[in-house]
């Protein structure tokens, strides 16, 4: 295990406490942000994005530079603040953790376009917007996962083959209100247009085990359980509960799936990113775009995927060994930014289909 590693697990184990004190970071970060400014000046960050995964690679970052960084760590209600806020706004870059919010950012206006040929080098066309409003940092697949005592995964090769009646009563999913489902099903419209991925809806949703509920974990423990036998989830949980210290009964859960990387004969497995975007207002613009290029860059791209069991954006950086024990795939090579269009689309279509 390399150092990164040791440090990205050493970390999950304070996570319990870390996310305890969350409350408490929300009401520091307020008062970090008056401290006078370091030799390199300071950049103010938003984030969704938990601190234990990003404080690390932040601090380093400032030894590199110099830039101080002040995070303010808001699970919800960014988005609304920066609206409130407007040009007396502080933040200058903000860190999500889904496509689905950062179009919203870009909708509401609350981001501004970046040229970096350090941000376009390393990160791929596809996971960045073509007007440089938002950069991927970090990618998940949604990818099926089955009981291995009850399901022949030959059986499964791509996300259509859930609408098959023959898993009726077998399927799990969380709630289609999620921006997870939603992307997914954008991803769907893309590929094979409104009418299929209307059927593909009604076609998972008739085939689902028990009502939408709970988060991605919860399936895997319903596979577990017994309650279901198919399920979507995002690799990362995968590993979050292979390694979970916390509450090792998770672990359980986890050996009780196998993994499959739907549609990797066609146009490959749907991919989420995590992602950044400069403030339309920030006053320290030029520390965002250094800081958005540091998290870019080998370093970072290896600490930051590691530190959640994601894949680096950025290609040949290594990825965390259970990670790579998951396989590797071919990943839906569409725009983001295209999928990013249709989620207004999905949530119509989940909701003609009666999925909840
Ligand atoms: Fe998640």
Known sequence: MNGILKIANS?????????????????????????????????????????????????????????RVNIQFVKGGILKRMQEEGEAGIADLVLTADIATLSQH?????????????????????YRDPEGLWFGLTTRARVIVYSK?????????????????????????????HVYMKSLLASIIVAKGEEIAQGWAKGVKDNLARKPQGNDRAQVKAIWQ??????LINTYYI???????????????AAAIGVIFPNRDDRGTHVNISGGGVAKYASNRDNAVRLLEFLSDDWAQEYYAASNFEYPVKSGVKWHPAVESWGRFHADETPLAEIAKQVPLAIKLYDRAGYR
Not at 33 to 39: H, S, V
Not at 50 to 58: G, K, T
Not at 152 to 168: H, Q, S, V
């Open 149 to 177: 005592e009850r399901v022949n995964p030959a059986e499964i090769k791509t996300y259509e083959d859930l609408t098959d009646p023959k898993w009726a009563g077998q399927v799990c999913t969380r709630s289609s209100g």
């Open 11 to 67: 970390m999950k184990q304070g996570k319990a406490c870390r996310l305890a004190a969350g409350a408490a970071i929300l009401t520091v970060a307020l008062a970090g942000l008056a401290e006078p400014a370091a030799a390199g000046g300071e950049v103010n960050l938003y984030s969704y994005r938990q601190e234990f995964l990003i404080r690390p690679m932040l601090d380093k970052f400032t030894g590199e530079t110099g830039i």
């Open 226 to 231: 017994g309650e279901c036998d198919i399920a």
């Open 239 to 253: 590993g979050a509960m292979q390694f979970n210290e916390a509450e090792p009964e998770q672990k359980e859960w």
């Open 106 to 126: 870009v909708e509401a206006d609350t981001f501004q376009p970046v040229t970096s040929p350090v941000l376009e080098a390393n990160i791929p066309a596809r």
